[in-house]
Each structure stands twice: as C-alpha cells, then as structure tokens.
C-alpha cells in the first residue's frame, strides 16, 4: 500500500534553515509528481510547491516563492523541502502528497495520498 | 493565490444530509473542472473523498457526492454518521501549474 512517511521537522529559529524529507514506497515513485502541503496551527491547508515525475519542473505558492526549493531523488524514492528565511508563520505541520496521474507533464489537479505530517516549529 | 470560501462550521443529526460549500473564482473552480474534497481527521493524514468535481475514489462511501456550478463546489454528505465528524476542505487547481484550498469546515454530528 501507498505509504509517505515525512521527518525532519523541528525546532528552527526565524531567519534560520530546515530540510523536509518525505519516504514514499507502495507505489512507482519516479513516475507520480508530488507536492507538499502545510498547515500552520489553527489553520486550513496550505498548498506549497509541486514537482514534476523527472524532477524537470517545480511550481511553488507565492507565499514561499524564492525561500522554499522542491526536489526529489528518484533513486532514493525521496522527496525533499528546502526550507530558507523561515518566518514564524511558517511553524506548521508540513505533508507530503502523492499526484495521482503517472508521467504527468503537471498536476493532476489533486492529491490521492498523504502523509501523516511532520511539525515545524519557527520561534526564538 | 486566494483561499476558497467554505463555511467555517456545519452541524446535522446522523441520518441527516449536509451541503459544505466552496466559493472560488474564474480563475479557479469556475475555470477548471478540477475541484477535489479532503476529509481530515485531526492528527491523521487527510483522506482524498472527491476529485474532478463528482468523482469519488474507489473505497469512499457513496454518501459522499460533488458538485458544481459556476464558480461555486459543493460537498453533499448524505445519511450522517458520527464517524463523518471531520474537518472537510475543497482544493482547486488555479492555473500554472498552482493549487489553491478553501479555509476548511468543521463539521459536527450532533
């Protein structure tokens, strides 16, 4: 079965870095793009960036434009958030989610699996 | 990149029917049939329930349904069970490539 497990999250101060890393197996990583999806404390989701199947191309929200960067190890069946600049209303519990279309040129437009999430904590 | 609309709180009795809303614009949900639905247990991974507007994925009861019309989606939830007590999000692709949530809705079985 389709499992995405996320680590790395933690304790950062603002200004400071922190890398995500997301584990897929169940299914044939390096043929789905995935994405990472946040959700700060008391907060809805948040779409955060999206990486296509070869890693080729990435889309990210405005609101992490320039700070985030998206990428991916496909011989590690791994995918990666690497988190700069973080802010204190970056503090949230980040997912990993799986698109559900094969060899897609970009998203599907949903997410057909997630992880249970890891928890960023930006504060001094 | 707006957040969709969705009411902050919906309540039914079980046996009940609830509609949860999702207003977006042209740009987004009135743009592209490529609305989906999350059902999210706090503490879990959220759970895929609708996608493309009305489809539901295989293993998701029937008592869920989508719908929508201009820029507005809807979420129906037929035939209430306290196991449906959730927090319930609609997404939508918004273009280039971007993706967009609605602020969520707390549902409550009475």
């Known amino acids: 079965q389709v499992q995405l497990v996320e680590s790395g999250g933690g304790v950062v101060q603002p200004g400071g870095s922190l890398r995500l890393s997301c584990a897929a197996s169940g299914f044939t990583f390096s043929r789905h793009g995935m994405h990472w999806v946040r959700q700060a404390p008391g907060k809805g989701l948040e779409w955060l960036a999206f990486?296509?199947?070869?890693?080729?191309?990435?889309y990210y929200a405005d609101s992490v434009k320039g700070r985030f960067i998206i990428s991916r190890d496909n011989s590690k069946n791994t995918q990666y958030l690497q988190m700069t600049s973080l802010r204190t209303e970056d503090a949230a519990v980040y997912y990993c989610?799986?698109?559900?279309?094969?060899?897609?040129?970009?998203?599907?437009?949903?997410?057909?699996?997630w992880g249970q999430g890891t928890l960023v904590t930006v504060s001094s | 990149q707006s957040v969709l609309t969705q009411p902050a709180s919906v309540s039914g009795s079980p046996g009940q029917s609830i509609t949860i809303s999702c207003t977006g614009t042209s740009s987004d949900v009135g743009n592209y049939n490529l609305v989906s639905w999350y059902q999210h247990h706090p503490g879990k991974a959220p759970k895929l329930i609708i996608y493309?507007?009305?489809m539901r994925p295989s293993g998701v009861s029937n008592r869920f349904s989508g719908s929508k019309s201009g820029n507005t989606a809807s979420l129906t939830l037929s035939g209430l069970q306290a196991e449906d007590e959730a927090d319930y999000y609609c997404c939508s692709y918004a273009g280039s490539g971007t993706l967009v949530f609605g602020g969520g809705t707390k549902l409550t079985v009475l």
């Open positions: 989610a799986k698109d559900p279309r094969p060899l897609s040129s970009t998203t599907s437009g949903w997410f057909d699996y």
């Open positions: 990486i296509r199947y070869d890693g080729s191309t990435e």
């Open positions: 493309q507007g009305s």
